[in-house]
């Protein structure tokens, strides 16, 4: 059984569309995150979630913005899609030792 | 600006020799440390925690930490080429405010 997934592996769009990943673990983990790793291959945390309370929002712009259904449950809506946008969008969780566990990624590509 | 630190490499060892990977950070209230192998296109995997003082040995790998010194390392024995990947340092201050280094490739040459 996958620990954390995500859905879609792979993601095209167009400037301007409004897109969402979502992402789940079965780990029975209490928080989750969103990072993005551009093309330089930095990995940047955008988003942590505990509890279904946003902990930390990165100087991220607003028009992305996370949604936590539930504890087992972490999506990300990107609206207005930019060219820069473009890059790798992992989902993790942890347990209270932080301990991250990743998804295996979505590849953003905005046309 | 809390920042991590590692040689981007690429580090190249022969195999069966001791890799050593090096990561610097700046946050002196930083509580945990991870060490993260990358497979090109794949995601981050969990290698090793620390999170006080002196060595922790799993397997072949051997982290370190030097709080003093704002210093973690990771000591991969026994090289292997299914080693060769990206590693990344990653530092935890207070909450779940987590900062990756940009990671260092490591190269095993058979």
């Known amino acids: 059984d996958t620990a954390v997934s995500q859905t879609p592996k792979y993601l095209v769009t167009q400037m301007g569309n409004d897109k969402s990943i979502k992402c789940e673990q079965n780990?029975?983990?209490?928080?989750m995150y969103w990072y993005k790793q551009d093309s330089k291959k930095f990995l940047k945390i955008m988003f942590s979630?505990?509890?279904?309370?946003?902990?930390i929002n990165e100087t991220v712009p607003n028009r992305f913005s996370p949604k936590s259904p539930d504890k087992a449950h972490l999506n990300l809506h990107i609206n207005s899609l930019e060219l820069g946008d473009s890059a790798v969008y992992f989902c993790?969780?942890?347990?209270?030792?932080?301990?991250?566990?990743f998804g295996p990624g979505t590849r953003l590509t905005v046309t | 600006q809390k920042e991590v630190e590692q040689n981007s490499g690429p580090l190249s060892v022969p195999e069966g020799a001791i890799a050593s990977l090096n990561c610097t950070y700046s946050?002196?209230?930083?509580?945990?440390f991870f060490w993260y192998r990358q497979y090109s296109g794949k995601s981050p995997e969990l290698i090793m925690s620390?999170?006080?003082?002196g060595d922790k040995e799993d397997g072949r790998f051997t982290a370190q930490l030097n709080k003093a010194s704002q210093y973690v390392s990771l000591l991969i024995r026994d090289s292997q080429p299914s080693d060769s990947a990206t590693y990344l340092c990653?530092?935890?201050?207070?909450?779940?405010?987590?900062?990756f280094g940009p990671g260092t490739r490591l190269s095993v040459l058979p």
């Open positions: 780990l029975g983990h209490d928080t």
């Open positions: 993790a969780s942890s347990s209270r030792s932080y301990e991250q566990y």
């Open positions: 620390i999170y006080s003082n």
């Open positions: 990653a530092v935890n201050g207070y909450g779940q405010n987590f900062v």
């Open positions: 979630y505990n509890n279904k309370e946003l902990i």
């Open positions: 946050d002196r209230v930083s509580q945990s």
